[in-house]
Structures are given as C-alpha cells and as structure tokens.
C-alpha cells in the first residue's frame, strides 16, 4: 500500500481545507447534512450491537461498539461528506498558512456544524424515534445511558474528553491522508476512531445523534443538551486545530521551509 510521508499528507490536509472554504452553501448544507447523518448511522450501529449484550461483558462491550462505530467516519472521508470536527483541523491548517482569511474559516464552520447537527438529529427522530431503533426494549436504556453519562459529566471534564476524542479523530482523517489506496484509508481511520468509541470520548456531532435521540424518547431536555454541546465544541475545537492542525502545520512547515533553503 503506497504511503505519504507526513510533510506531503500536510499539503494534502491544507489542499483539503482551501477547497472546503470554495464550497458553495447549498453544497456546505447538502455535504454537511451528510457527514451528520453518516457519524450517526456509526453511533446508532455501535447502539444496535452492544444494547442487549449482558452486563457482565463490562468493557468489552465498549470494544465491541468501537469496532462498528467507525463507518461513520469511513462513509464521511471515502463516500465524501463535511465534518466539523475534520474541518477544525484541515481548514486551520488553511488559515495557518494563510491561505484563507479567519471570516471563510469561521463561515464554514458555522453552516457545517449547524447541517451535522441537521443529519444527526434527523436519524435520531426518523430512525430512532419513528422507527423505534433507539426506544425498544434495551436499546432504549441503552440510548438514555449513554446520553446520561454525556450530560452527566461536568464542562470542564467534557472539555478536556472533547480535546482527546478530536486529538483522535483528526488524527484518523490525518492517517487517511496518508494512503493513496481504499484499504490504506479504511485502517487509518478504523484504529483512532475504536480508541476515542472505546475510551468514551465526548464527540460534538455523535452527541448531537445520541442526545436527541434520548431527548425524542421522552428524556433530557434541549437546555441539557446545549451544556453538553457547548463544551464539546470547545473540546473537540482544541484537539483538532491546535493537538493536531496546529502541531503538524509547525513542524512540517518549517521542515520544508528548511529543505527549500538547502536546495538553494
């Protein structure tokens, strides 16, 4: 399987993130819409495979989840979708180096995030709640569970989860960048998306699937779900533009600024 080195996944994330500030707005809703509907159609697999597995399982169960919920992802990156949480690396990357001006990174991230939300909560009322897929037996606790345990968490702790959980997945679509092949891409990305599923990280657009879908079946209110949201923005902004985009953009930048020097 053909690789890139991490200098030239670096142009690659930065020809990423110029592209997506070209996006015209029907096409930022549409695609958007998308890549919400694609995170939660992982997380509503993940709730389909561990709802009724018995409780003695413990963590292995979270293992079991982890290992289906990546498809989201792959759907996202290899069927081709707008993410926030992948554009607050890439499209930072971007602004870095200044190849877009902070007005097109935050235009982007405001209407991609608002059609994530779009997708998410639409699978979470039309296959969730009209369905029933998240409000049977099981897999309703199991839906309400996992809802709890997000909002449950104080806005400092989901801060600091949200920067790991990005950390994770930025570095999945970093790792995709990096093979040229569908298999390449699919192993980049199925390893740190497992890790932050099976961890239990806190992630902005899966919480706007599994929080609404708790909130259809009769649990939580809105105001519940904007505290957990809010801070998960925040975390999630952290681990990806600055743990991942921030970090690779300084070291490979000045890498091949040193390079150019040498060669002439």
Same mark, same amino acid.
């Given at each position: 399987?053909?690789?890139?080195?991490?200098?030239?996944?670096?142009?690659?994330?930065?020809? &990423?993130?110029?592209?997506?500030?070209?996006?015209?707005?029907?096409? !930022?809703?549409?695609?958007?819409?998308?890549?919400?509907?694609?995170? &939660?159609?992982?997380?509503?697999?993940?709730? =389909?495979?561990?709802?009724?597995?018995?409780?003695?399982?413990?963590?292995?169960? $979270?293992?079991? +989840?982890?290992?289906? %919920?990546?498809?989201?992802?792959?759907?996202?990156?290899?069927?081709?979708?707008?993410? !926030? /949480?992948?554009?607050?690396?890439?499209?930072?990357?971007?602004?870095?180096? =200044?190849?877009?001006?902070? =007005?097109?990174?935050?235009? $982007?991230?405001?209407? @991609?995030?608002?059609?994530?939300?779009?997708?998410? &909560?639409?699978?979470?009322?039309? %296959?969730?709640?009209?369905?029933?897929?998240?409000? /049977?037996?099981?897999?309703?606790?199991?839906?309400?569970?996992?809802?709890?345990?997000?909002?449950?968490?104080?806005?400092?702790?989901?801060? !600091?989860?949200?920067?790991?959980?990005?950390?994770?997945?930025?570095?999945?679509?970093?790792?995709?960048?990096?093979?040229?092949? @569908?298999?390449?891409?699919?192993?980049?990305?199925?390893?740190? !998306?497992?890790?932050?599923? &099976?961890?239990?990280?806190?992630?902005?657009?899966?919480?706007?699937?599994?929080?609404?879908?708790?909130? %259809?079946?009769?649990?939580?209110?809105?105001?519940?779900?904007?505290?957990?949201?809010?801070?998960? %923005?925040?975390?999630?902004?952290? +681990?990806?533009?600055?743990?991942?985009?921030?970090?690779?953009?300084?070291?490979? #930048? *000045?890498? *091949?600024?040193? #390079?150019?020097?040498?060669?002439?």
């Amino acid at each position: 399987m053909a690789f890139h080195k991490p200098d030239k996944m670096l142009n690659i994330a930065l020809e &990423a993130g110029i592209s997506k500030t070209k996006l015209s707005l029907s096409s !930022i809703l549409m695609l958007g819409f998308l890549g919400g509907a694609f995170i &939660a159609l992982g997380f509503l697999l993940d709730v =389909r495979v561990i709802g009724n597995l018995p409780a003695e399982w413990g963590s292995l169960s $979270n293992l079991l +989840g982890g290992a289906v %919920f990546p498809v989201g992802l792959m759907l996202v990156v290899l069927g081709g979708a707008e993410l !926030i /949480t992948g554009n607050m690396m890439s499209v930072s990357i971007a602004l870095y180096a =200044r190849k877009i001006s902070l =007005r097109h990174l935050l235009h $982007n991230w405001f209407w @991609v995030t608002l059609a994530n939300f779009l997708g998410a &909560a639409f699978i979470a009322y039309f %296959f969730g709640h009209i369905v029933g897929l998240t409000e /049977t037996g099981p897999f309703l606790d199991k839906t309400v569970a996992i809802a709890q345990a997000k909002i449950d968490e104080s806005f400092f702790k989901t801060l !600091i989860s949200a920067v790991g959980c990005n950390w994770l997945v930025c570095l999945a679509i970093w790792l995709s960048y990096g093979a040229e092949d @569908v298999t390449g891409k699919i192993l980049g990305i199925w390893f740190p !998306i497992m890790a932050f599923v &099976a961890i239990g990280f806190q992630h902005v657009v899966a919480n706007m699937f599994i929080i609404p879908a708790a909130i %259809f079946a009769g649990h939580f209110t809105w105001f519940d779900f904007m505290t957990n949201i809010v801070p998960t %923005f925040i975390g999630n902004m952290i +681990g990806g533009a600055v743990f991942v985009g921030l970090i690779y953009f300084s070291s490979y #930048q *000045q890498k *091949q600024k040193e #390079q150019l020097k040498k060669a002439s």
